[in-house]
T-cell receptor, first 115, second 111 residues
């Protein structure tokens, strides 16, 4: 398939563990976004990359959250010392450009449960 | 921070009924999008509205952008069980590079 791929689909972590969530965007898409979606809520912006440059990380909730996209393709969202409030679905989206005429294509998310 | 509020949060109706979902903000958005999300999947884009007062139709779905570009509505005619899902509105900032989502309206259409 040519869609956005996220792995793992489900992750259970004990409080205090570190986790790494992977996003494979659509090939050639320059823009990549991470969103956090709590149960029953809309997605909330975390961070945005254009190619390998992280242009906006204003939505990252704490310094325990870190995202990278070193080669401008695959991206990893890392959460250190996970807390129960980190439990959510983490969505990745990519687009071919930027702006309103470059629609976002979302992956199916990684559901993180912190016990 | 630009906030989008959606109403109602939940809606359960019978097949064949009509419904309207609202998306409101005190901020002006350069454009507004509507997405539909099913359980276990990511949101899928339905429509983008750009011009104040714009109306777009997608089969039984009608989308309207408010004249002041602060609000939008989604009207579904003769709802079907396949319309069940979470409907999300999302607004672009002026630079067009960030989407802010509303909290969503969860729609259930019973056969």
């Amino acid at each position: 398939g040519a869609g956005v791929s996220q792995s793992p689909r489900y992750k259970v972590a004990k409080r205090g563990q570190d986790v790494a969530l992977r996003c494979d965007p659509i090939s050639g898409h320059v823009s990549l976004f991470w969103y956090q979606q709590a149960l029953g809520q809309g997605p909330e912006f975390l961070t945005y990359f254009q190619n390998e440059a992280q242009l906006d990380k204003s939505g990252l909730p704490s310094d325990r959250f870190f995202a990278e996209r070193p080669e401008g393709s695959v991206s990893t969202l890392k959460i250190q010392r996970t807390q129960q409030e980190d439990s959510a679905v983490y969505l990745c989206a990519s687009s071919s450009g930027q702006g309103i005429y470059s629609p976002l294509h979302f992956g199916n998310g990684t559901r993180l449960t912190v016990t | 921070t630009q906030l989008l509020e959606q109403s109602p949060q939940f809606l359960s109706i019978q097949e064949g009924e009509n419904l309207t979902v609202y998306c409101n903000s005190s901020s002006v958005f350069s454009s507004l999008q509507w997405y539909r999300q099913e359980p276990g999947e990511g949101p899928v884009l339905l429509v983008t509205v750009v011009t104040g007062g714009e109306v777009k139709k997608l089969k039984r779905l009608t989308f309207q952008f408010g004249d002041a570009r602060k609000d939008s509505s989604l009207h579904i005619t003769a709802a079907q069980p396949g319309d069940t899902g979470l409907y999300l509105c999302a607004g672009h900032n002026n630079a067009g590079n960030m989407l802010t989502f509303g909290g969503g309206t969860r729609l259930m259409v019973k056969p």
